[in-house]
């Protein structure tokens, strides 16, 4: 990152946005936060987890939809954007939903990049995810594979991420895209695994599971992820697109096991079958993200997941 003076970061009061507001300020940068507060899930959520951030005097915090702001001024004077905003959720993306994925992923990424194209002196860091391989027959999932999207979701995170990729190849704006791999840790969304499966176990309340465990994920760590994007930010080569990959691949089955072991308590499980949009398996090939960006995921999921339940307890979250 240079020196300009200050990093944006959009979604800065979500999950993994907030890690990297937070990041950010302990290394002494100023920052500007940029989220509407979607109702997706509690805003009072996504308020605390900017809390700490909002004591910073270094920290500008702008509660404003992508699609309506004057990014020109959010982002003038800035060296890097960390482009974190997104509706998610594989699940939610079907039937009268998918207008709002249209809007916060398509529409507002391209309303950044045309008030990006007009400074080469700002790098974009673009959150892709491992939604746009699909249900691949082939693994790891490598960043030249075909991508197949498999729900909505998906496709909107693809076209977004080629989007920034035009923007690059036709008016130089400085951009990079990481794939991400099921992020967890602490302040994770409510909608996500591993959020559902502590709160269930800690509450003792049944749990439904879709499909029937086989299914395999490549989880990753949020401090890793929050290290790729510093390592893709300060990286000036050729590529443009980076799996990032938690090297800790398990049946959910296992990822069950880990859970019980880290709250301590037994889960009652209920099978249903799969929900339409999931994949079977992911599995991140990391050699591109090795050789360019010299990162590897320090955090095992065991270690991480003990990190996630103690959050869980000190918010007091059930």
Same mark, same amino acid.
């Given at each position: 990152?240079?020196?300009?003076?200050?990093?944006?970061?959009?979604?800065?009061?979500?999950?993994?946005?907030?890690?990297?507001?937070?990041?950010?300020?302990?290394?002494?940068?100023?920052?500007?936060?940029?989220?509407?507060?979607?109702?997706?899930?509690?805003?009072?959520?996504?308020?605390?987890?900017?809390?700490?951030?909002?004591?910073?005097?270094?920290?500008?915090?702008?509660?404003?939809?992508?699609?309506?702001?004057?990014?020109?001024?959010?982002?003038?004077?800035?060296?890097?954007?960390?482009?974190?905003?997104?509706?998610?959720?594989?699940?939610?993306?079907?039937?009268?939903?998918?207008?709002?994925?249209?809007?916060?992923?398509?529409?507002?990424?391209?309303?950044?990049?045309?008030?990006?194209?007009?400074?080469?002196?700002?790098?974009?860091?673009?959150?892709?995810?491992?939604?746009?391989?699909?249900?691949?027959?082939?693994?790891?999932?490598?960043?030249?594979?075909?991508?197949?999207?498999?729900?909505?979701?998906?496709?909107?995170?693809?076209?977004?991420? %080629?989007?920034? $990729?035009?923007?690059?190849?036709?008016?130089?704006?400085? &951009?990079? #895209?990481?794939?991400?791999? =099921?992020? !967890? +840790?602490?302040? %994770?969304?409510? $909608?996500?695994?591993?959020?559902?499966?502590?709160?269930? &176990?800690? #509450?003792?309340?049944?749990? =439904?599971? !879709? +499909?029937?465990?086989?299914?395999?994920?490549?989880?990753?760590?949020?401090?890793?992820?929050?290290?790729?994007?510093?390592?893709?930010?300060?990286?000036? +080569?050729?590529?443009?697109?980076?799996?990032?990959?938690?090297?800790?691949?398990?049946?959910?089955?296992?990822?069950?096991?880990?859970?019980?072991?880290?709250?301590?308590?037994?889960?009652?499980?209920?099978?249903?079958?799969?929900?339409?949009?999931?994949?079977?398996?992911?599995?991140?090939?990391?050699?591109?993200?090795?050789?360019?960006?010299?990162?590897?995921?320090?955090?095992?999921?065991?270690?991480?997941?003990?990190?996630?339940?103690?959050?869980?307890?000190?918010?007091?979250?059930?």
């Amino acid at each position: 990152m240079g020196d300009r003076g200050k990093a944006v970061v959009t979604g800065a009061a979500g999950f993994i946005g907030s890690s990297i507001v937070d990041r950010l300020l302990a290394e002494g940068r100023d920052v500007v936060g940029i989220d509407s507060l979607t109702d997706y899930y509690d805003p009072g959520r996504k308020r605390r987890n900017i809390a700490a951030a909002l004591t910073s005097g270094r920290f500008t915090f702008v509660e404003e939809d992508l699609v309506k702001a004057d990014l020109s001024r959010l982002i003038d004077g800035c060296d890097t954007i960390f482009h974190q905003a997104a509706q998610a959720g594989v699940r939610a993306s079907w039937g009268d939903e998918f207008s709002i994925y249209l809007h916060c992923n398509l529409d507002a990424t391209q309303r950044l990049l045309e008030a990006v194209k007009v400074d080469q002196g700002i790098k974009l860091v673009y959150a892709s995810s491992s939604s746009i391989y699909g249900a691949v027959s082939e693994l790891p999932m490598r960043e030249t594979s075909l991508p197949r999207p498999f729900s909505p979701y998906g496709v909107t995170k693809l076209a977004a991420e %080629q989007l920034v $990729d035009l923007y690059r190849l036709n008016y130089g704006v400085r &951009a990079s #895209a990481l794939r991400y791999f =099921t992020v !967890y +840790g602490p302040r %994770q969304r409510p $909608d996500m695994a591993f959020n559902i499966f502590i709160r269930a &176990a800690l #509450a003792g309340e049944k749990l =439904t599971i !879709y +499909g029937d465990g086989s299914q395999t994920r490549d989880f990753t760590f949020i401090e890793d992820i929050v290290e790729a994007n510093f390592r893709a930010a300060a990286y000036d +080569g050729d590529e443009y697109v980076f799996n990032a990959g938690g090297g800790s691949r398990v049946t959910l089955k296992r990822a069950l096991e880990l859970v019980e072991e880290a709250v301590g308590l037994p889960l009652e499980l209920d099978y249903q079958p799969a929900s339409r949009g999931d994949v079977p398996d992911t599995l991140a090939a990391t050699d591109r993200i090795e050789s360019e960006l010299g990162f590897k995921p320090e955090i095992g999921l065991a270690a991480g997941l003990a990190r996630e339940v103690a959050w869980f307890r000190e918010e007091e979250l059930v």
